[in-house]
């Protein structure tokens, strides 16, 4: 079983249009996270949760926006896809116990592609 | 704010020699956690090991071994005799307490074993 699983894994979108990516886990973790990877970037952090409904930004969260309205699913949505978007977007869930397990378990990515 | 530095972009080798990867890392916590990362060609990232700050032990996993020295700040990943399908992109990356557990990432080392 995978734990976290995202989609879809591949699309390709039109310039303008919206987009929302999707994050689901089976493993009742708290923390939810997106990133996106770029050559000569690494990964970087677009947006993440803390719980449901609780969100906060990362370091390049211009023209993203998340929700999480229920533990186990974490929405990435691009409000007008722009080309400089095209990325790999990773979702990562996190277990905080006690003491923190801290460390991410990744999903297998999505290949977002802007023309 | 935290800063992971990978300064090797690209490493290439030949199956069977040792390749260390270098890992300098910036924090103002003084309880943080370090992580080494592997994403494989196929894409997915993958969990090598975490070190906490309080605790500078070296460690050895098979044919992997890490050396943390707080005096440098470094985190640096050997692998003794190298495969080929150690071939992967490697990140190090940084957390920092309290930090609602996000990550940062370097922008990681590609390293290629030749057969």
């Known amino acids: 079983d995978a734990g976290i699983t995202q989609s879809p894994r591949h699309k390709v979108t039109e310039t303008g249009t919206p987009v929302t990516l999707r994050c689901h886990q089976t493993e009742n973790h708290r923390y939810m996270y997106w990133y996106r990877q770029d050559p000569g970037h690494g990964l970087r952090l677009i947006h993440y949760?803390?719980?449901?409904?609780?969100?906060d930004k990362g370091e390049v969260s211009d023209g993203y926006s998340v929700s999480r309205s229920k533990t186990e699913d974490f929405l990435l949505t691009l409000e007008s896809a722009t080309s400089s978007q095209t990325s790999v977007y990773f979702c990562?869930?996190?277990?905080?116990?006690?003491?923190?397990?801290?460390?991410?378990?990744f999903g297998s990515g999505t290949r977002l592609t802007v023309v | 704010a935290q800063k992971v530095t990978q300064a090797q972009t690209e490493i290439s080798v030949v199956e069977k020699e040792d390749v260390t990867l270098d890992c300098v890392y910036e924090?103002?916590?003084?309880?943080?956690?370090l992580f080494w990362y592997k994403q494989p060609p196929s894409g997915e990232l993958v969990f090598l090991i975490r070190?906490?700050?309080?605790?500078?032990q070296n460690e050895i996993s098979g044919r992997y071994s890490w050396n943390f020295q707080k005096s440098t700040s470094s985190f640096n990943f050997t692998i003794t005799a190298s495969q080929v399908v150690d071939s992967a992109v490697y990140f190090c990356?940084?957390?920092?307490?309290?930090?609602?557990?996000?990550?940062?990432f370097g922008k990681g080392t590609l390293l290629t074993v030749n057969p």
């Open positions: 990562a869930i996190s277990d905080a116990g006690q003491p923190p397990s801290y460390g991410y378990t």
């Open positions: 949760s803390y719980g449901v409904k609780d969100t």
């Open positions: 990356a940084l957390g920092g307490g309290g930090s609602n557990y996000k990550l940062t």
């Open positions: 070190r906490n700050s309080f605790d500078e």
């Open positions: 924090t103002r916590d003084t309880t943080y956690y």
